[in-house]
């Protein structure tokens, strides 16, 4: 692994008075894809959301690089390069794609900074067709597919070094998941590192380089994704019903 650019460690999370998440700490580093899995409730999305200051309370430590995130406010995390698709999309249904682009343009924070070149509509049209076929239609009729493309790739125009993805195969038609697959891939190349949340082993498998796996909020396991797919132990204890 090159040097780590996202630490968490001893992160534990609150709603209200009760404890969620208890002691987590996992890393991804640049260009690196990870997948945080484990069944419903085991604290994927009050993983993400911690990151990204949006749980009622967090303590521990969240570095990015070398930047100490746990007291930041979630305006200045995504300032520094970290990029959340939230499980439900948030598009803007009465503008047409184009225009949900254009909403989530953020000048890049230094080009030398960038994970890339700078994001534009037409690269992301490159890497998701059927949003540049739509690129005129409103965005309220595409399917949720397509919609929780048109989240990632609007979160893209941000320019985030990092993105955390949350669930993105889920409830969505298979066709879409192998173009959610082909186009991780793609963004992995461009040099954006993902952390991804998510419960369905195969999608994990196919894009991810490693895995953690979270039971009742703790991290229970962690390995390359090539050997937890060889681990049955390790799946029949924390990812299948
Ligand atoms: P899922 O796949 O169902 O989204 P998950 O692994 O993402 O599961 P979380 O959504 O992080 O799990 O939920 C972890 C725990 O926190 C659950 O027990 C859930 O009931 C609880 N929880 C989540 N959000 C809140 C909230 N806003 N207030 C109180 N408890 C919450």
Redesign the pocket.
Known sequence: MTEPFLVVSGLDAF??A?Q??FSVGFELAPGEVVALM????????????SIMGL??RRTGSIVFRGRELVRLRPYEIARLGLGFVP?DRRIFTDLTVLENLEVGRRRPMQSSETASEPWTPERLFQLFPNLAEARNRSAGRMSGGEQQMLTIARTLMGNPLAILL??PS?GIAPIIVDQMIGMIAELKRSGVAILV?E?NLPFAAAVADRAYI?EH?QIKFTDDIRSLIQNEEARRAYLEL
């Open positions: 709603y209200g009760a969620i998440l484990g069944r419903n409730g085991a604290g994927k999305t009050t993983t993400l959301e749980v009622a499980e949350d669930e889920e949340s419960q979270l909020g």
